[in-house]
């Protein structure tokens, strides 16, 4: 075997040149014997460098390169001829050994036309290279003819299209002023729009009458139909649908150039079967990953849209050897976890599926698709990862664990947060949800809060009581610890003891005794308030009233000259009462304990700097509680590059507030007292503002949208207007509150 060439006789007219590069001088032997009888003129190298040196004197009609060379791999040769003009056409078959296949996601983004395993056989590598010498010709024809990157559609499909944009999405006339020049690629990319990419998209495919592809991965990608340079210029990409056929999601469909070049590319001279997508999704297939947990991911996320984030470290390739202890597993975990913590994120999702693992962020109360990766099995090693540092047991995979990762001991960028684990058996693996707690996190001040002026006022004016109940209720993620943070910041001074027991600790508080709760030893909620009863203290917080006997112990303190702050999972305030009768408490210590009930949401803000207003209609002005003739603006959403095209950002509460008096005490000692009752007279006797309304005058002020809205807090089940809005708005009263205004 000499390096260089070896020429044989083609069979039938010029031969073809075939270089083969590969470290192994077996595999050159038996590739040049092979190739050199069968017609084909053979170039051979060792190694990479070798490979580009032969390249840029004599250009090879296909390059056989094998992946795993020292020094420069295959991967790295690829990409070399990617940032060449003229070799960014030219074929290259991938070869690596049966037991380390080609890492496909990384040879469609290198523009490889196909696969080869080693040691292969005569019949095989003879297909592929005959197979792939046309290809050369083809790309070569197709260089030649590539579409031009701005191509005018046919007016009348592009400005009918248009046309309908602007009225779906509601366009200003300035903004119909903007699109009327463009193309359909620069309409994706048009700055100041209120539509996201991917609604762009859908809108054109359903315009069109085609399908929308709402997921692009490279497994489905079909390897040598279509060069990356024209794919990336063009935003097309062949996907495999059978053995036999095949599709093409183009995000420009109006191009019709480009869609008469893919009906040759069929075949027979049959439409192409065609999909749309937005440009972002095509481009993202062609990204070459830059480190160790990058080339572990072999899927890709769903698409970027109000739902979804483009996040980095996407493909996960998985091996035998990617497990709980592997270096790139322990990189990925890490930079899960630290892209949600610089996100905002309060909560991580990782969910086995049958045919992949999911990752999701809620940002803002929303739960939003993070990363998408193909391989289902790698929720093992992914789970096993976080059971080690959350100090779990592996093994047990059939129970639910809980569990806490101080994350500051496995962080590669020094943050300093915890996170509450929790795992779950499901019928493909086990889920695991991780809530981020940010120690450091700033305890926010009361009037950052979101209370009205008038919740401020009494709210304050409750927390200087001497002794009493105070309860946050609402469901899980509704602000309950942050308020009750706030409060205790409120109040906490040199001349008072507080003592708090929680479950987590969520912020740490200089000047309060913290304890953390520990079940599994016994340190339950109920024993450490038998405890801080004997500590002298002035105000004790209770992280949660669960059960009969913490909510005895909670009442006797705040009847013995105790403030007691804590929290109840419940609806609103009025069920709240309710809640705790059913729970044994006797009717009159609730009555006497209780000082304030703080029923609260937390709601998405709308983005100030895209925020759109107009004025609502009829149906839209009653549910805002407003007159039918009354001139008011509200605001919608409509997304920037501020709130990552969300039209939100940040949140803010809203909250009910019951401050019992006299004869609601009595009430509440009465038989037979429904919550809905209690309701009513709150809101009669007591002047009670509850959530909905509390939050429809967020929505007055522009802060909040009111589907938004809608979508968090339930209306209420009668005329619950309260006595402030009649004189403030010039409302009629209700002759019976029976009615609702809606």
């Known amino acids: 075997m000499t390096l260089g060439s070896s020429t044989a006789a083609p069979l039938a007219g010029a031969a073809s040149i075939v270089l083969v590069v590969d470290d192994d001088t077996d595999t050159l032997t038996v590739a040049e014997t092979l190739l050199a009888d069968a017609g084909y003129e053979v170039m051979l190298a060792e190694s990479g460098k070798g490979a580009l040196r032969i390249i840029t004197i004599t250009r090879p009609d296909l390059l056989l390169l094998d992946v795993g060379m020292p020094e420069m791999d295959g991967y790295e040769v690829c990409a070399k001829l990617q940032e060449s003009k003229d070799l960014s056409y030219l074929p290259v078959v991938l070869l690596a050994s049966a037991d380390a296949p080609a890492d496909r996601a990384r040879a469609v983004a290198l523009g490889a036309v196909d696969t080869l395993a080693k040691p292969f056989d005569k019949e095989t590598l003879l297909a592929k290279v005959a197979t792939h010498v046309k290809t050369n010709a083809w790309w070569q024809e197709l260089k030649e003819d590539v579409a031009p990157k701005r191509t005018t559609p046919p007016a009348s499909d ?25 193309t359909p690629t620069e309409l994706y990319a048009a700055p100041g729009l209120p539509v996201p990419p991917q609604k762009i998209a859908r809108q054109i495919a359903e315009f069109m009458k085609l399908p929308y592809q709402a997921l692009l991965i490279s497994d489905r990608v079909a390897l040598g139909v279509l060069p990356t340079p024209f794919c990336k210029t063009n935003l097309v990409v062949a996907l495999t649908e059978s053995a036999n056929e095949r599709s093409f999601v183009v995000s420009d469909p109006f191009n019709w150039e ?49 739902m979804t984030y483009d996040l980095p470290g996407e493909r996960i390739q998985v091996t035998e050897e990617v497990n709980e202890q592997s270096a790139p597993i322990i990189r990925l975990v890490n930079q899960l976890i630290e892209n949600a913590y610089a996100m905002g994120a309060s909560d991580i999702h990782i969910e086995p599926g049958e045919n992949d693992v999911v990752i999701r962020y809620r940002v803002d109360g929303i739960l939003r698709v993070a990363h998408q990766f193909p391989q289902p099995q790698l ?16 093994v047990e995979r059939r129970l639910p664990q809980d569990g806490r990762i101080v994350f500051k001991r496995f962080a590669s960028r020094g943050g300093d947060f915890d996170l509450r684990v929790a795992t779950a058996p499901m019928n493909h693996g086990e889920k695991v949800v991780m809530r981020i707690l940010d120690k450091r996190k700033a305890v926010l001040p009361l009037t950052e809060l979101g209370f009205s002026e008038r919740h401020m006022r009494v709210y304050q004016e409750r927390l200087a ?49 913290q ?4 079940r599994d030893i016994g340190l339950t909620f109920q024993r450490a308030l038998r405890s801080y009863l004997r500590q002298d203290p002035d105000v004790i917080l209770v992280g949660e009233i669960r059960d009969r006997e913490t909510a005895d112990i909670a009442v006797e303190a705040a009847l013995t000259g105790h403030l007691l702050l ?4 419940t609806n609103d305030a009025s069920s709240t009462i309710v809640r705790l009768l059913e729970m044994g408490i006797e009717p009159y210590m609730v009555s006497s304990s209780i000082v304030v009930i703080c029923a609260q949401r937390l709601l998405r803000r709308l983005c100030a700097t895209c925020k759109e207003a107009y004025r609502p209609d009829e149906r839209e002005r009653r549910l805002v509680g407003v007159a039918p003739n009354a001139e008011i603006t509200l605001y919608r959403p409509a997304g920037c590059d501020v709130c990552n095209r969300i039209g939100f950002k940040g949140r803010i509460s809203t909250h009910e507030m019951l401050v019992p008096n006299d004869r609601l005490r009595l009430a509440i000692t009465t038989k037979g007292m429904t919550a809905e009752a209690l309701k009513r007279r709150a809101v009669e006797e007591c002047g009670m503002t509850t959530l909905y309304w509390d939050a429809m005058e967020k929505v007055r002020a522009g802060i909040c949208h009111l589907d938004d809205v809608l979508s968090e807090v339930r209306r209420d089940e009668f005329d619950a207007r309260p006595e402030w809005m009649f004189e403030e708005l010039s409302l009629d ?9 809606f």
Not at 162 to 176: D, I, R, V, W, Y
Not at 379 to 394: E, F, G, N, Q, T
């Open 158 to 182: 592009w400005e009918l299209f248009k046309e309908s944009f602007a009225k779906q999405t509601g366009l200003t006339a300035a903004q119909q002023e903007r699109i009327a020049p463009l």
């Open 258 to 306: 480009l869609v008469q070049m893919l009906r040759r590319v069929s075949g027979e001279g049959r439409p192409p079967k065609l999909a749309v997508t937005e440009p972002t999704k095509i481009l993202a297939l062609f990204d070459e990953p830059m480190d160790d947990v990058a080339r572990m991911a072999g899927g890709r996320e769903p698409g970027r849209s109000d």
């Open 379 to 394: 929720i093992h090693p992914l789970v096993s990862r976080i059971k080690i540092m959350a100090d779990l047991d592996i």
């Open 465 to 513: 009581t001497p002794y009493g109940m105070i309860l946050h209720v609402g469901p899980t993620g509704s602000g309950k610890s942050m308020s009750l943070y706030s409060a205790l910041n409120e109040i906490r001074r040199p001349d008072i003891n507080i003592q708090t027991a929680e479950d987590p600790i969520e912020y740490t508080l200089p000047g309060i005794n």
């Open 515 to 518: 304890m953390q709760i520990h």
């Open 566 to 569: 804590s929290t109840l999972h």
């Open 733 to 741: 009263r209700p002759a019976n509150r029976d009615q609702t205004p």
